[in-house]
């Protein structure tokens, strides 16, 4: 079992940055392809970024590339999501996932992830 919890959501002004982060307990975190979800009321939950094992591989859905920056700290069992020029249209819940089997490819399929944080909430006004 591996346990999840992110934390650094909030509000913040359209073109504004924020960091969101998940740390992990429970087994050993290097382990662990990670990725970050988001579901938008009223939207179906979508893929937003994922990081390989070692940190040195990462994957960015269209919508987000050029502005988000995963990354990972396996020291601190932590996964990072720093979200800079921010528009009303990243307004979501944010998970982090965990994917424990070994891949050729990161994986951006919500049910290729087997644990799940409980979500932070970012708000982008206008």
């Known amino acids: 079992q591996v346990q999840l919890v992110e934390s650094g959501g909030g509000l913040v002004q359209a073109g504004g940055s924020l960091s969101v982060s998940c740390t992990a307990s429970?087994?050993?975190?290097?382990?662990?392809?990670m990725g970050w979800f988001r579901q938008a009321p009223g939207k179906e939950r979508e893929f937003v970024a994922a990081?390989?094992?070692?940190?040195?591989?990462?994957y960015y859905a269209d919508s987000v590339k050029g502005r988000f920056t995963i990354s990972r700290d396996n020291a601190k069992n932590t996964v990072y999501l720093q979200m800079n020029s921010l528009k009303p249209e990243d307004t979501a819940v944010y998970y982090c996932?965990?994917?424990?089997?070994?891949?050729?490819?990161?994986?951006?399929?919500?049910?290729?992830?087997?644990?799940w944080g409980q979500g932070t909430q970012v708000t982008v006004s206008l």
């Open positions: 429970g087994r050993t975190f290097s382990n662990y392809a």
């Open positions: 990081i390989n094992r070692s940190g040195g591989i990462t």
């Open positions: 996932a965990a994917d424990r089997v070994r891949r050729v490819r990161l994986t951006t399929t919500q049910y290729e992830y087997e644990y």
